[in-house]
C-alpha cells in the first residue's frame, strides 16, 4: 500500500477523517496547559532522553537522513526515538517519559520493540504493513491506538489493555467482526472503509463497518453489509459502550420483531437505526422476550376476558360479590409438592359444609390415584383451547410442559351450594387472579426446610431431576415474592409436617368462619383448640341428616380477638352480624346450646330444598335456563361474615346486611331493557341480557352481543336461550377472522345499558372489531400493539380490545362506594345485590 507520508512526517490534519480525539480527561497532559515541572526530569530509559540519547545527538541532521530507519520492516529504536513526544508523567507518577509515539508510513510488518516502551499512553502507526498487534498487548497504559492502514485481519487481536479507548483500524482486512467485551473500556472503534481496496470476495465480506461518533461516550457502528440472523448481533451486543447502532439496508430489518429484538438484546442503545430508542420500547422489548410474571399475568387476563367478551350472556351470580363481601374464596398458593393440594382436599372433607373444592382443568395426564373430575378436569389441548377461545376460564397457567386453569363454572358450581370455594395454584396463577374481580384469601403454603421438600418430590417417584430443581428453585422464588411484595399473601403457613400445617390452617378457617372449639370472649389467645379432635367434635351437626347442609358447632368467638396474619396486611377478623340475622339462623347443638347457621348455610338449604322439590314435581329447567344460570342471588358473604352470632354481633342491633335477592329497583330500572325475565317455581329470575349495567357482568356480556349478534331489548326469553353456545361460537368465529362481527351484530351491541354503556360500547366495539389471530397463551402479543397512541403501528384492533380490556373501565363511574371495600380502587367492583327484603 502506497502511504501518502513517504518520509514518514505523518500528519494527522492531512488524515482527514482518522483523526483520532482526545477527549479523554486520562490525557489532560496533551491538551496544552501542561506546565513544565520545575524538578529535574529523570527519565526511565536513556534512549528515551533525546538530549542524553548519544546517538540522537552525535548524529547531525543530514547524517540522520542517510541512516536506514527500521530496516526489513523491522521497528528499531531510532526509529522510535523519532517518533517519541509528549513528555510527561509516566502512569506511575515516578518518571518523565514520552507517552506518544507516531511511526506513520516505514512499511512497518514488525513492532515488537514497542513492548519496551510500556509507559506509551498513545500510538500511531498507520501506513505500514502490520499484521501483527500482538505487542500492543504488553502496553499496559495504552489509551488510545492508530493503526489504520495496515494489513491488519483480525479485530484487536491482542490483549487489551486495561483503559485502551480509541481505536482506529480503518483500512485494514478485517473480515469479521467479533466479541469485544473484553475490551472493556474500548468507547470508540473507528472501522472506516470508505475507498479501501477490499481484496475480500464479496460473500466473504460479512461486515464492513463504518464508524462516526456521535457523541464522545458512543461506540457505535454503522454497519453496511449483510447482517441476516439476530444472533449476529451477540458479537457486537458485548461491546459495553455500545451506544448507537445503524443496521439500516441489513437484511435483518425483515425479521419479525426486528427492532425490540435488537433493543433487547443490546439494552444499552440509545439510537438504533438513526431513531432515537424510547423508554417504553425498551419496557416493550422486555416484556416480548423476557416478560415479567405481572404482564404475563396481565396477559392472561385480558386474554381470558377478551375471549369472554365473545361469548353469549352469562351471569355467575352465584360468585356475585355483595358490597361489603366478595365471594368468599380460599386459595392456597405454593411450590409443587408443598402439600397445598392435600390441605385443600382435607379442608374440604373436614368443612365440608362451607367449603368446595374448585376443580381445575389441565391436559396433564392423570396420575393412577387421581380422579377425573376431582382432582382435575383432565383434558385434551385442544379441548383446553377450545375452552379458552369459548370464554371458560378467568386464568390459565402452563407448568412443566402442561397447562392449567380455573373455570369460572368450576367456582360457579361450588358457589351455588352455597360453600366457600377452595383452590390451589401456583403463583403466576395468583397474579391472573388478583386482576379478576375475585377477592380471595390467599395462603401461602411453604415448605420450610429446602432438604426435606427435595426428598418429599423425589419419593413421590413423578418428577424428573430438571422438574425437582425448578421446583426447588421456585420455592425461593415464592420466599423472595412474599419478602418484596409484603401483603400479597394474607397468610404463611411455613411446615415440612403436613398435618402440623393442616392444623394452623384449620385454625385459621375455624377463625375465617367465626368457628371455635370454645368461645373465650376475654382471653387473649385467639383459641383454645388443643387438639384437632376437639375442634371437629365441635363441629358435629344435628343437621347431618340433611344431606349438605352442616350446622355449625358453636357460636363464633366474637370476643376473642381474630388472628392477625403474618404479614399484618389483612386480617381474617371476624364479621359484625346483626342481631336480627343471627336469630334468623340460630339452632340447637345436643347439648341444647344455641348455636346459628351461617347465610351461606340458610341459602343452600333453600336451594336444595327448592331443587329438591323441582326433582319431586318432575320438573326439567329449560335448555336456556340451564344455559343462563341465574340461581338466586345469593352472593353469599364472605364466610369471615356469615357466622359469628357473638355478643359483638348481638350488639350491633342492625338490619341484616343485603344477602339474597332479586334485582332490586335500582337495578332492575337499569336492566330493564335488556332483561328477559324467566319464572320458575315461582322464583323470578332475571336473566340478563346484552349487558346489565348494574351488576356489571354485561360489560363482558355486552361485548358478546354486540360482536355476535344483536339482542333486541324486547328478546324473548327464548329468543335469547337460543343464542346457543355454538351459534355464538360461529359468530365469535367470524370476529377472529376479520371483524365481520361489528357490521354483522351492529358493533357496539344492543347491551350495555346504564351507568356502565360507554364502557360496554367500547368493548363490543373492540372486539366486534375482530381478533384477527387467536389468542391463545402460547402466541406472543406484540405489547407495542397496545399503545398505538404512542405512534407506533397497530395494524389490527386486536390490540385495541385487548388494551380496552386491559384496562376496563369502572363498571359504575358513578358510584359512591366504589371505594368501599379493600382492592376498590384497584378493581371495578360490582355493585350490591339488594336486599330481597
Ligand atoms: N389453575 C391453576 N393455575 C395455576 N397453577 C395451578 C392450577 N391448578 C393447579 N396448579 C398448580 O400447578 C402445579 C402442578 O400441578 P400438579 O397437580 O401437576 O402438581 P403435583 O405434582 O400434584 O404437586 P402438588 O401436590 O403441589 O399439587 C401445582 O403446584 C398446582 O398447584
Redesign the pocket.
Known amino acids: 500500500m502506497e502511504s501518502p507520508y513517504p518520509d514518514g512526517n505523518y500528519d494527522p490534519v492531512l488524515d482527514g477523517e482518522n483523526i483520532l480525539e482526545t477527549e479523554t480527561d486520562i490525557l489532560k497532559l496533551d491538551d496544552g496547559n501542561f506546565e513544565p515541572v520545575d524538578t529535574e526530569i529523570t527519565f526511565e530509559n536513556e534512549k528515551m532522553d533525546p538530549i542524553k540519547d548519544e546517538n540522537n545527538s552525535a548524529i547531525g541532521e543530514e547524517e540522520q537522513d542517510e541512516i536506514e530507519l527500521s530496516p526489513g520492516g523491522v521497528l528499531d529504536e531510532e526509529t522510535i526515538a523519532r517518533g517519541l513526544s509528549n513528555l510527561g508523567r509516566s502512569a506511575t507518577g515516578d518518571y518523565q517519559v514520552y507517552l506518544d509515539v507516531t511511526i506513520p508510513g516505514f512499511s512497518l510488518t514488525d513492532i515488537g520493540l514497542l513492548v519496551e516502551y510500556e509507559h506509551i499512553q498513545k500510538v500511531e502507526i498507520p501506513y505500514n504493513d502490520i499484521s501483527d498487534l500482538s505487542p500492543l498487548g504488553k502496553l499496559k497504559y495504552l489509551l488510545i491506538l492508530d493503526a489504520s492502514h495496515n494489513n491488519i485481519e483480525t479485530l484487536l487481536d491482542f490483549e487489551p489493555p486495561k483503559n485502551l479507548q480509541v481505536v482506529n483500524l480503518s483500512y485494514n482486512k478485517i473480515k469479521e467482526m467479533k466479541d469485544l467485551s473484553a475490551h472493556k473500556s474500548l468507547r470508540k472503534l473507528v472501522l472506516d472503509i470508505m475507498t479501501i481496496h477490499w481484496t475480500l470476495a464479496a460473500s466473504d465480506r460479512r461486515y464492513k463497518l463504518v464508524h462516526r461518533t456521535l457523541t464522545a461516550s458512543s461506540l457505535c457502528y454503522r454497519v453496511k453489509q449483510k447482517v441476516i440472523d439476530i444472533v449476529e448481533i451477540n458479537h457486537i451486543k458485548e461491546a459495553k459502550h455500545l451506544r448507537d447502532l445503524n443496521l439500516l439496508r441489513n437484511p435483518i430489518q425483515e425479521l419479525p420483531d426486528y427492532r425490540l429484538s435488537i433493543l433487547f438484546r443490546i439494552r444499552r442503545l440509545t439510537s438504533l437505526d438513526r431513531r432515537l430508542v424510547k423508554e417504553n420500547e425498551k419496557v416493550a422489548a422486555v416484556n416480548m422476550f423476557d416478560p415479567p410474571m405481572e404482564v404475563v399475568a396481565a396477559r392472561d387476563h385480558i386474554m381470558h376476558v377478551v375471549y369472554s367478551f365473545l361469548q353469549p350472556s352469562r351471569v355467575w351470580d352465584s360468585t356475585l360479590p355483595n358490597i361489603e363481601t366478595p365471594y368468599p374464596m380460599l386459595v392456597l398458593v405454593g411450590?409443587?409438592?408443598?402439600g397445598?393440594?392435600d390441605l385443600a382436599m382435607k379442608l374440604v372433607d373436614e368443612f365440608g359444609d362451607y367449603f368446595g373444592y374448585g376443580t381445575?382443568h389441565?391436559t396433564?395426564r392423570a396420575r393412577p390415584d387421581e380422579v377425573a373430575g376431582k382432582d382435575y378436569y383432565f383434558v385434551s389441548l385442544e379441548k383446553f383451547e377450545m375452552d379458552i377461545k369459548m370464554g371458560q376460564f378467568i386464568?390459565t397457567?402452563q407448568?412443566n410442559e402442561n397447562w392449567?386453569?380455573?373455570q369460572m363454572e368450576s367456582i360457579e358450581t361450588v358457589a351455588r351450594e352455597g360453600l366457600a370455594c377452595v383452590v390451589?395454584?401456583?403463583l403466576?396463577?395468583v397474579l391472573t387472579l388478583k386482576n379478576t374481580y375475585l377477592e380471595p384469601r390467599y395462603v401461602l403454603i411453604l415448605p420450610l426446610n429446602s432438604e426435606d421438600h427435595e426428598r418429599r418430590l423425589r419419593e413421590r417417584g413423578i418428577y424428573t431431576e430438571e422438574q425437582i430443581a425448578r421446583t426447588l428453585k421456585r420455592a425461593d422464588m415464592y420466599v423472595q415474592h412474599n419478602q418484596e411484595h409484603p401483603g400479597f399473601f394474607d397468610m404463611m403457613i411455613c411446615s415440612d409436617d403436613i398435618s402440623e400445617a393442616y392444623r394452623q390452617m384449620r385454625r385459621l378457617v375455624m377463625d375465617y368462619l367465626g368457628v371455635s372449639a370454645t368461645t373465650p370472649a376475654s382471653t387473649a389467645a385467639p383459641y383454645t383448640i388443643t387438639d384437632t379432635r376437639e375442634a371437629t367434635e365441635a363441629f358435629q351437626t344435628p343437621f347431618a341428616a340433611v344431606p349438605g347442609v352442616g350446622g355449625v358447632g358453636s357460636v363464633g368467638g366474637a370476643g376473642g380477638p381474630a388472628l392477625s396474619n403474618q404479614m399484618g396486611a389483612r386480617t381474617w377478623s371476624k364479621p359484625s352480624i346483626p342481631d336480627s340475622l343471627s336469630q334468623r339462623g340460630t339452632t340447637r347443638v345436643g347439648s341444647g346450646a344455641p348455636v346459628s347457621r351461617g347465610i351461606v348455610e340458610e341459602e343452600s338449604i333453600k336451594r336444595r330444598h327448592s331443587a329438591a322439590k323441582d326433582v319431586v314435581s318432575g320438573y326439567v329447567p329449560p335448555l336456556y335456563e340451564q344455559l343462563l344460570t341465574s340461581y338466586p342471588k345469593t352472593a353469599p358473604q364472605s364466610v369471615d361474615q356469615q357466622v359469628g352470632l357473638g355478643e359483638d354481633a348481638a350488639q350491633q342491633g342492625s338490619e341484616p346486611r343485603a344477602l339474597s335477592a332479586p334485582l332490586g329497583e335500582q337495578q332492575q330500572t337499569t336492566v330493564t331493557s335488556a332483561t328477559a325475565t324467566t319464572t320458575r317455581g315461582g322464583n323470578q329470575h332475571q336473566t340478563p341480557r346484552g349487558g346489565v349495567g348494574a351488576s356489571g357482568v354485561g360489560v363482558g356480556t355486552s361485548g358478546a352481543g354486540g360482536g355476535t349478534r344483536p339482542l333486541s331489548a324486547d328478546s324473548s326469553s327464548s329468543d335469547a336461550s337460543s343464542s346457543t353456545n355454538l351459534s355464538d361460537l360461529d359468530s365469535a368465529t367470524e370476529l377472529q377472522q376479520g371483524g365481520k362481527g361489528r357490521s354483522k351484530g351492529g358493533g357496539a351491541g344492543k347491551g350495555g345499558v346504564g351507568p356502565n354503556n360507554n364502557s360496554t360500547t367500547n368493548n363490543a366495539g373492540a372486539v366486534g372489531g375482530g381478533t384477527s389471530r387467536g389468542l391463545l397463551p402460547t402466541e406472543k402479543v406484540n405489547p407495542l400493539e397496545l399503545i398505538d397512541e404512542q405512534g407506533y403501528s397497530s395494524a389490527n384492533s386486536r390490540s385495541r380490545a385487548a388494551a380496552d380490556a386491559a384496562h376496563p373501565r369502572p363498571i359504575s363511574a358513578n358510584r359512591p362506594d366504589s371505594a368501599a371495600r379493600p382492592g376498590s380502587d384497584r378493581h371495578a367492583v360490582l355493585p350490591p345485590i339488594q336486599n330481597a327484603a
Open positions: 411450590p409443587q409438592g408443598s397445598k393440594k381445575s389441565s396433564r386464568q397457567y407448568y392449567y386453569g380455573l390451589h395454584m401456583e403466576e396463577g
